[in-house]
Nanobody
């Protein structure tokens, strides 16, 4: 059974930083496409970042490019999302997800396993 557990969310002022972690069990992050999504209140869940199963460079949504960095630690079977220069509009619940896709999965339906989410709140 695949489990994804996110942590690291919290309240931060605009311009600050947070690092989210996603510990995965039942699946190897070194051979699985992993992604981060977020959902703000009254909005649809949206793509943030992904890294394909071959381990190529991560791909980011335009809204976070240059501010967020996705990485992984194969030994800990964990993926991370380093978020810098945070903006109030980054406020959302952030979800980690795993996909069996061989390409860069950008859509929600490309993912078959999801974490429970972690709240990120950025104050102005």
């Amino acid at each position: 059974q695949v489990q994804l557990v996110e942590s690291g969310g919290g309240l931060v002022q605009a311009g600050g930083s947070l690092r989210l972690s996603c510990v995965v069990s039942g699946r190897s992050v070194g051979s699985t496409a992993m992604g981060w999504f977020r959902q703000a209140p009254a909005k649809e869940r949206e793509f943030v970042a992904t890294r394909n199963r071959s381990g190529g460079d991560p791909y980011y949504a335009n809204s976070v490019k240059g501010r967020f960095t996705m990485s992984r630690d194969n030994a800990k079977n964990t993926v991370y999302l380093q978020m810098n220069s945070l903006l109030p509009e980054d406020t959302a619940v952030y979800y980690c997800a795993a996909s069996s896709a061989y390409y860069n999965p950008l859509r929600l339906l490309d993912y078959d396993s999801w974490g429970q989410g972690t709240q990120v709140t950025v104050s102005s």
